[in-house]
């Protein structure tokens, strides 16, 4: 069984940077590829990006390519989202989850475990 639990969202002036932060329980993390995902008021939850078991490979949704970055520590068990150029539309509760498998890409419901979420505002 893996824990994860995040932090680091909190309210931000559009324009403005945030820096996420996942900390993962257990020795596998560094066999997990891991993702962040979100969700908007009324909306369902959206991919954001998702990051290899080594770091080696990244992928992100259009809509935060160039604006946001996954990373990875995998000697803290931690993975990061550093989030620049935020707009209010990146206003969500903000998730980070471990695929055990490789293969879940983008669909969250192939993913093993999930943290609680940390709240993103962004001010207009």
């Known amino acids: 069984q893996v824990q994860l639990a995040e932090s680091g969202g909190g309210l931000v002036q559009a324009g403005g940077s945030l820096r996420l932060a996942c900390v993962a329980s257990?020795?596998?993390?560094?066999?997990?590829?891991m993702a962040w995902f979100r969700q908007a008021p009324g909306k369902e939850r959206e991919f954001v990006a998702r990051?290899?078991?080594?770091?080696?490979?990244?992928y992100y949704a259009d809509s935060v390519k160039g604006r946001f970055t996954i990373s990875r520590d995998n000697a803290k068990n931690t993975v990061y989202l550093q989030m620049n150029s935020l707009e209010p539309e990146d206003t969500a509760v903000y998730y980070c989850a471990a695929d055990s498998s490789a293969y879940a890409g983008t669909y969250e419901q192939k993913y093993d475990y999930w943290g609680q979420g940390t709240q993103v505002t962004v001010s207009s």
């Open positions: 990051i290899s078991s080594n770091g080696g490979r990244t």
């Open positions: 257990g020795r596998l993390f560094s066999t997990y590829a």
